[in-house]
């Protein structure tokens, strides 16, 4: 990195395994590190949610797909559950992850079939614990609850098809 220049620095989590990402603009494309590592990133955005990305000379389309409680990413077909923190604004976001109060829904975050229910009405549950299953381009994603508390109502049954911000669940 450039000495007096003071790089862009987030801390990435892809699949529970942790990066720290160290970015500096050089006019149009970025230049940085990744864990130590040199490397250099072109990027734009060529849709909505979706970039094309140069990473040291090799090609990538990169889809976002962000529901209220997660972030993933998509590339070449695979999904990719992803957390990026900024470790300036850490401290701000602790702060924001209080426990919340009040009724909070589990919403599909995309089309699908519901292929298991993990969880019945009046459970307990954990904070980030799976809840009910979805299939959506023959992949199986489990969606966690919200919050810790008790399933007060479920929204949707095995086999039954499901749209992007449907309710499935409610935990209070």
């Keep these: 990195m450039a000495e007096g220049r003071t790089p862009m620095t987030y801390d990435v989590v892809i699949e529970g395994k942790s990066y720290r990402l160290e970015l500096e603009r050089e006019g149009d494309t970025y230049r940085g590190q990744l864990d130590g590592t040199p490397v250099r990133l072109d990027a734009i955005l060529a849709r909505p949610d979706v970039i094309s990305l140069i990473v040291d000379g090799k090609s990538y389309e990169v889809k976002r797909e962000l529901t209220p409680r997660d972030l993933h990413l998509w590339i070449k077909g695979a999904r990719y559950a992803v957390e990026v923190r900024d470790p300036r604004s850490l401290q701000s ?13 589990l919403i599909a975050p995309m089309p699908g079939k519901v292929v298991r229910l993990l969880i019945k009405e009046k459970d307990r549950v954990e904070a980030g614990q799976g809840m009910v299953v979805i299939e959506a381009m023959k992949m199986q994603n489990e969606l966690k609850s919200p919050k810790q508390g008790t399933v007060q109502k479920l929204c949707a049954s095995e086999g039954s098809l499901v749209n992007a911000g449907d309710v499935l669940a409610v935990v209070e």
Aim: glycine fraction near 16%; aromatic fraction near 0%; charged fraction near 45%.
């Design 93 to 105: 976001r602790r702060a924001g992850r209080e426990p919340a109060a009040g009724p909070r829904k």
